[in-house]
Structures are given as structure tokens and as C-alpha cells.
């Protein structure tokens, strides 16, 4: 059986499924809440598709980010990297969500190893946030933010399990930290059924639900399988903009690089709040 640490906020651990199948717009069917699939029972809502990046109109691309061909190229394969790509236009993250989308990490010539990997982020500091530094995944540092780290290099000094790894971390609506020691650490996976960096792409299914009690259900797919599972309020957890904020990747190299990329990208809510 595959190895979950989940920290959670007020519930005890409990084993969630993420969503295993994604339209456009779908309503599934079920009156009663299913623990194993969060989205039965719910309508979910396209705001936006990007089937692949060769227009990145609605996108804003901080730092070293950038259109490649028809990718997103968030983090370049060179020394000393960090970037960040959101939707220009904050979306609804307080009432639910699903989004998929495609990350594509390869190792490059000229490193050692791969480094330092991505996140997809939640955060309601500003359209142009980035990392505070290199050598890290592109998030740390940036405030009232949480961010979902798929980290392709060992740190043993913030507690890094290996160097294939998802973590789900934020401190809140302070400055975020990537280090895995402490509460800005909400949940880590060291067993992947999957090699993030191994060049070759693949599907991240990332879904939220918030319940009566306040406390939703955040789970994390890579390539149809559940990786992980934690119960968060992202409503209380950040300081949104009512049930808005950024949402985007950031990506980041130091000594080490690798090509961190993302090839497609499709985000929907629960219900019927509006495109943007």
C-alpha cells in the first residue's frame, strides 16, 4: 500500500479519492456526498481551457516564465530560475473546484540532476508573486498562498523526504515556506506512483470541496492515481478576495535545472459562478 502523511487542520486522517474523470462541464449524479469521489453529486463549471499555450492570452508570466512553441515554460532548463505563470483574472476557489492540467519536468544536459520542480498555487498576494529566491520550487516566499510542490531535488535541510516527492504547503496569509518541518507543512507524499522529472508528460487532477462544517476536502491525482488527501478551509485558511483568488505554476532551479513545463490547463468551480 502506498505511504500517505496528511496533517490535518481539525479532522482526523481520513483517505480520500481526487476526482477521476474531468469534463468541461458535467453534473454527476448521487443526492449524498461520497467521501470517495468529492465531486459526485456536483456541477462543475469550465472558466477557462487551454488545450496547449500556443496563445497565452488571460495568462500573466512573471520572472523567468515564458511562452515556448505551444508550452508554458515556467521554469528554463539553466542555472538560477524562478517564474511564475497565473490567470490574469482572479476565479473562484471558496465554493469548489477541479482543474487538470499537464506538467511536463525533463531532466537537461549540462545538470547534474533535476531540480528544483513546480507547484500549482493558490494565492491572493498579487498577479505578479514569485518566489522569494532560486534554488526552490518558485513558491516560498510568496504570502497568503498555498501551493500544491511536485519537487524533483533532496533539500535534507528543510526536510525533504527524497527528491521525488508532492507536498502541500502553506503558513497562511504569511509569506509561504517550502521547508516540511513545521505547520506551513500540510501534507506530504513521498511515494509516488510516478517519476515527476522522468521527461515524460503527466495528467494532475487537483480538486477542493469545501463541506457544512467549513473543513473541505483537497485531493491530488498524477495520472489517475490518488497521491494524497488533506481536510483545509481554504476560506479561512487565506484571506481571499470573497471566494476569489490567483491561481497559476511557478517553477524554480539553482545549482541544478531542469525544463519544468506545462503543456494544458482546464479549471472549473462547483456551480454555476460565472466564467471569467
Known amino acids: 500500500m502506498t505511504l500517505l502523511i496528511v496533517k490535518l487542520r481539525s479532522l482526523p486522517k481520513i483517505w480520500l479519492f481526487a476526482l477521476t474523470a474531468f469534463l468541461s462541464a458535467i453534473t454527476t449524479t448521487g443526492a449524498a456526498q461520497n467521501l470517495a469521489n468529492p465531486m459526485v453529486g456536483k456541477t462543475l463549471t469550465t ?23 505551444s508550452v508554458l515554460l515556467v521554469g528554463p532548463a539553466t542555472f538560477d530560475q524562478i517564474g511564475s505563470a497565473y490567470y490574469t483574472t482572479q476565479v473562484n476557489v471558496g465554493q469548489g473546484f477541479a482543474t487538470t492540467f499537464t506538467l511536463n519536468m525533463k531532466p537537461a544536459s549540462g545538470s547534474s540532476t533535476t531540480a528544483d520542480g513546480m507547484s500549482f498555487i493558490i494565492q491572493n498576494s498579487s498577479v505578479n508573486a514569485l518566489g522569494t529566491s532560486t534554488g526552490q520550487p518558485g513558491y516560498d516566499g510568496i504570502p497568503d498562498s498555498l501551493a500544491v510542490e511536485f519537487d524533483t531535488f533532496y533539500n535534507p535541510q528543510i526536510f525533504d523526504p527524497n527528491n521525488n516527492h508532492v507536498g502541500i504547503q502553506s503558513c497562511g496569509t504569511a509569506p509561504n515556506s517550502f521547508d516540511h518541518q513545521g505547520t506551513c507543512d500540510l501534507g506530504l507524499q513521498p511515494t509516488l506512483p510516478v517519476t515527476l522529472a522522468d521527461g515524460n508528460p503527466h495528467k494532475v487532477q487537483i480538486s477542493y470541496l469545501p463541506h457544512t462544517n467549513g473543513v473541505g476536502t483537497f485531493s491530488i491525482e498524477i495520472d489517475s492515481q490518488h497521491v494524497l488527501s488533506i481536510g483545509v478551509n481554504l476560506a479561512t485558511l487565506l484571506s481571499l478576495n470573497g471566494n476569489d483568488a490567483w491561481v497559476g505554476f511557478t517553477a524554480g532551479s539553482g545549482a541544478d535545472f531542469e525544463y519544468g513545463t506545462v503543456r494544458n490547463w482546464t479549471f472549473a468551480t462547483v456551480g454555476s459562478a460565472p466564467a471569467k
Do not use: C, M, Q, R
Open 47 to 69: 472558466v477557462f481551457t487551454y488545450p496547449n499555450f500556443s496563445d497565452i492570452a488571460g495568462l500573466t508570466l512573471n520572472g523567468n516564465a515564458e511562452k515556448a512553441g
